[in-house]
T-cell receptor, first 115, second 113 residues
Framework: KNQVEQSPQSLIILEGKNCTLQCNYTVSPFSNLRWYKQDTGRGPVSLTIMTFSENTKSNGRYTATLDADTKQSSLHITASQLSDSASYICVVSARGSGNTGKLIFGQGTTLQVKP | NAGVTQTPKFQVLKTGQSMTLQCAQDMNHEYMSWYRQDPGMGLRLIHYSVGAGITDQGEVPNGYNVSRSTTEDFPLRLLSAAPSQTSVYFC????????????FGPGTRLLVL
């Protein structure tokens, strides 16, 4: 069964600190892995998209890594800011299912950055 | 560009009522989709469309209808609302192809009493 599991479920950190969010998946055949940021009351916004051959991808203070062998991904946030408070959703696309693939969504990690 | 827009932002319905959630995009995207987001669960695909005149069912299609008469618009219809349809609904659009970025609307929060 295709699944995406994220940990931790929630996280509280102090402003300026770094943090790492985890994503484990059992999706086959794998096409790509995405990280989204969802602010409260808003729609998800894409942070990164990684294919099988990509190990790391950055978007400003956000760095995503992918280990396709162990089927794990992480999202590292550097020097956190109050505006980083949001839910972070890991999404894995299964290859071959339609024009954009079948997207399997994780439940998300809720991050709260405190001053 | 306005991106993906959704109306209304919030709606309260009584059981058995019908309504249409509107979604529009101005990016000329072929692919559009509807998701629902419930507490403790990932987004789940309701219906999707790969172009005008073409729609298909997603993971949780029961109780919902869609149509795609233009590239820009993709309305979602609830024929007879049920409390189980209380959720936040997101519309998304993208170009077709693997690995393309999906753009989400701001969501419609629906409460069915």
């Amino acid at each position: 069964k295709n699944q995406v599991e994220q940990s931790p479920q929630s996280l509280i950190i102090l402003e300026g600190k770094n943090c790492t969010l985890q994503c484990n998946y059992t999706v086959s055949p794998f096409s790509n892995l995405r990280w989204y940021k969802q602010d409260t009351g808003r729609g998800p916004v894409s942070l990164t998209i990684m294919t099988f051959s990509e190990n790391t991808k950055s978007n400003g203070r956000y760095t995503a890594t992918l280990d396709a062998d162990t089927k794990q991904s992480s999202l590292h946030i550097t020097a956190s800011q109050l505006s980083d408070s949001a839910s972070y959703i890991c999404v894995v696309s299964a290859r071959g299912s339609g024009n954009t693939g079948k997207l399997i969504f994780g439940q998300g990690t809720t991050l709260q950055v405190k001053p | 560009n306005a991106g993906v827009t959704q109306t209304p932002k919030f709606q309260v319905l009584k059981t058995g009522q019908s309504m249409t959630l509107q979604c529009a995009q101005d990016m000329n995207h072929e692919y559009m989709s509807w998701y629902r987001q419930d507490p403790g669960m990932g987004l789940r695909l309701i219906h999707y469309s790969v172009g005008a005149g073409i729609t298909d069912q997603g993971e949780v299609p029961n109780g919902y209808n869609v149509s795609r008469s233009t590239t820009e618009d993709f309305p979602l219809r609830l024929l007879s609302a049920a409390p189980s349809q209380t959720s936040v609904y997101f519309c998304a659009s993208s170009y077709t192809g693997q690995g393309v970025t999906q753009y989400f609307g701001p969501g419609t929060r629906l409460l069915v009493l």
